[in-house]
Structures are given as structure tokens and as C-alpha cells.
């Protein structure tokens, strides 16, 4: 995850990293706690999870082998703004902050890194309120499937999540959320079961979102 990262800096990367391994639905930081530790997920996912004034829980990030959380927290200096959970027993490689700005500081490079990571999640955050404000569910949930699907050994396109979590991350109920996978399941378009959804034409999921895009304009 650090390999586009010269050698030497990847090196003392390497050094003031740890590694946690946290079992599935165990919390690793609460909304509003300090940020004390930047993450970087080796396996297993995680949630970060947003509660409002009136006790509304959204979803705001999944992660995934690979990715770095909260990066946010750390370049602010502000509380975390969400919670974070593992799903699934996960393995997390964890540093301090403050080593880990020390670093940043001799190294511009991991700084931009760090900034891309950041802007990332930001983007994804923001493509996913525009689709919720303008979009029905099942344009939400095909938007939903191809941003999270990856690719698994045998090839295909695959989004690791239940119903409750695809419900989650859309803003709809986890029966919605049956019924538009059905409708894209008669359409020979998605196979879903276990806690995964196998995307069986990324491109005709791409089609639809297209169609309806070109219908409003």
C-alpha cells in the first residue's frame, strides 16, 4: 500500500508503524474522540460511521485492504468525525500522529500522499450526497456497486456488504435495498448472497446510470 513511496521513505514508514488486529463489530476510535493515530487497513474492512443532533446514523466511508483512514483528523487536527468499526476481523497497520507528522514534515512527498488519500474520501462523500439529493434508490445502489466493487482472484467484480450495509451506505431500508437487487438480479445484471454482490455487467450497470442521466438533461 506504501509502494508508490520511494524505498528509503517507504523504510521509515515501515519503522513507526504497528500492527493491531481487531475482531469483527469491535470499535477502533469513537466520533469525537482526539485524533491520536493514522491507519492503514491490511486486511478486513471498516466502517466509519456518523451520528447527528437527532440520533441519525450514516455511513460516511468503507475501507478496505489498501486504504488509509482518517486522514482528515490528522491534517485538521479536530476530533474524529466519525466512529470506526470493524466489520469483518480486520488487521490494521497504525503509527502515532505526531511521529507520523514529524515525517510528513521531512518528507513532502508522504504529505501529498496523505492529501490524495484525503481528497479522495472527500470526492466520494460528496459524489454520494449529489446522488442521494437527485437520484431513486436503485440509481443510488448501481452508483453504490460500482464505486465498491473489486476486482477477486478469479476475476470478477464483487461488493463485500449486506443488505443492512448497502441500506447504509444509500440512505434507504435494507428491504428497499431486496427489491432493487432483485430487479437488477432479473435483469441478469447482478448475483447477490452471503454478504456479497457479484457485478455480472459492471458496463450495463454503467448503461443504466447513463440512460437516466441523459433522460433529465
Not at 69 to 77: I, S
Not at 91 to 111: I, R, Y
Amino acid at each position: 500500500m506504501l509502494h508508490n513511496l520511494p524505498p528509503t521513505l517507504r523504510e521509515q514508514m515501515e519503522a513507526i508503524f504497528r500492527i493491531r488486529h481487531v475482531p469483527a463489530g469491535e470499535v477502533i476510535f469513537h466520533q469525537g474522540d482526539p485524533a491520536e493515530h493514522i491507519y492503514l487497513v491490511l486486511d478486513g474492512r471498516v466502517h466509519l460511521e456518523r451520528v447527528d443532533f437527532d440520533g441519525h446514523q450514516t455511513l460516511l466511508c468503507r475501507h478496505g485492504k489498501g486504504d488509509c483512514f482518517c486522514p482528515l483528523a490528522v491534517l485538521d487536527q479536530g476530533p474524529q468525525v466519525g466512529t470506526a468499526r470493524a466489520i469483518t476481523p480486520t488487521t490494521l497497520l497504525w503509527a502515532p500522529k505526531d511521529e507520523f507528522q514529524t515525517m510528513c514534515n521531512q518528507h513532502p512527498e508522504l504529505l501529498g500522499w496523505l492529501h490524495h488519500k484525503c481528497f479522495r474520501h472527500v470526492r466520494n462523500i460528496v459524489t454520494r450526497m449529489q446522488t442521494s439529493m437527485f437520484h431513486d434508490a436503485r440509481e443510488r445502489l448501481i452508483w453504490a456497486l460500482l464505486e465498491h466493487a473489486r476486482q477477486d482472484d478469479q476475476g470478477q467484480w464483487v461488493v463485500r456488504a449486506t443488505h443492512q450495509e448497502l441500506a447504509q451506505w444509500i440512505g434507504t431500508s435494507r428491504e428497499t435495498v431486496s427489491r432493487e437487487l432483485a430487479a437488477l438480479r432479473r435483469a441478469g445484471l447482478v448475483r447477490s448472497g452471503r454478504g456479497r454482490v457479484v457485478l455480472l455487467d459492471p458496463d450495463g450497470l454503467r448503461q443504466r446510470l447513463h440512460a437516466t442521466a441523459t433522460a433529465e438533461a
